[in-house]
């Protein structure tokens, strides 16, 4: 069955490819600049970084900054609060790196970190405040208000993981050493950074030539831009943030594909998360509650 979809959506793009040369390569182009201007500048020195923090053991010694909170949860994994933080400010899909070079090392397992990819892998903070609601919304509305609703499911997620943590064997610090590091070169650690950014280009361009190709069908208007939004975050906020509906509705709408993240940003996810073979299935399940629960928060603070 999965194969079948595949070689089907494979035919499918060869087709648009030929009979819609112009588009096609409108979006190619649309979706280059996007990486090499803005995504590769911005992830490229943290990805590179991460990985030396990894190759030369650092992750641990900046973790134990974060003794004072590990007194109040004794026996937690010094790592979880460096994840949360780092993870957050620095969004997807930098979190699922981090998360990846964890286990990689030993210090999540994979349930672990499957768990934690759920909350410490969010859209940035920065990316909303920047372009969200200074570009698309010109700071009409508060900003605390909008995080609120944005964040406040995941935090829920995290007390969840909390409770784990009192009641189970869950993120207790693990005592395997961290050996795999150790057998890659300098080299080997920059080409993985590479890698790793040239597959998330890969995905940005494919997801640029499908909202591309969305705009040509003849689909209802709304219709395309619930595909847009699901497809690829960046393109639906832009289209709903300039349309004329009222400044609430588009804050609730904003808030959802925020929190859903889009197609887009779960592939580019997977393409760095590799040591745990992610179910995408569940992942987007996840992503999608915490998109309806921010929108029903938003209904509620804004309306």
């Not at 150790?182 to 997801?207: E, N, P, T």
């Not at 393109?235 to 993240?261: D, E, Q, Y």
Request: glycine letters at 6%; one cysteine or more.
């Amino acid at each position: 069955m999965k194969t079948s979809f595949i070689q089907f959506l494979l035919i499918f793009s060869v087709l648009s490819l030929l009979f819609f040369p112009q588009t096609s390569v409108q979006g190619a182009k649309n979706g280059l600049i996007l990486w090499s201007a803005t995504i590769t500048p911005t992830l490229l020195p943290f990805l590179l970084l991460t990985g030396f923090m990894q190759y030369y053991q650092t992750f641990h010694l900046i973790s134990r900054l974060f003794y004072p909170l590990k007194k109040l949860f004794p026996g937690i994994n010094e790592d979880f609060f460096y994840t949360c933080i780092l993870g957050f400010f620095c969004g997807c899909p930098l979190g699922a790196k981090i998360i990846d070079d964890f286990i990689s090392c030993g210090s999540f397992t994979k349930s672990e970190g499957e768990k934690l990819l759920y909350t410490c892998n969010q859209i940035s903070p920065m990316f909303s405040a920047g372009y969200t609601l200074t570009l698309i919304l010109h700071g009409k509305i508060s900003a605390l208000r909008f995080f609120f609703c944005l964040y406040f499911p995941v935090m829920c997620y995290l007390i969840y993981l909390v409770f784990l943590f009192f009641t189970s064997d869950f993120l207790h610090t693990h005592h395997s050493s961290p050996t795999i590091a150790h057998k890659k070169s300098a080299d080997q650690v920059i080409f993985d950074s590479l890698h790793s950014i040239f597959m998330i280009g890969i995905c940005i361009m494919i997801f640029s030539i499908a909202v591309s190709l969305l705009e040509i069908l003849p689909l209802p208007f709304y219709l395309k831009r619930g595909l847009t939004a699901v497809l690829e975050i960046t393109n639906a906020i832009s289209h709903f943030g300039s349309s004329h509906m009222s400044i609430s509705r588009k804050v609730i709408l904003l808030c959802m594909i925020t929190s859903f993240g889009g197609l887009s940003a779960a592939v580019q996810t997977l393409s760095v998360y590799k040591k745990s073979r992610l179910s995408l299935w569940k992942y987007l399940l996840i992503r999608s509650l915490f998109s309806v629960s921010s929108g029903l928060l938003a209904y509620l603070v804004f309306i």
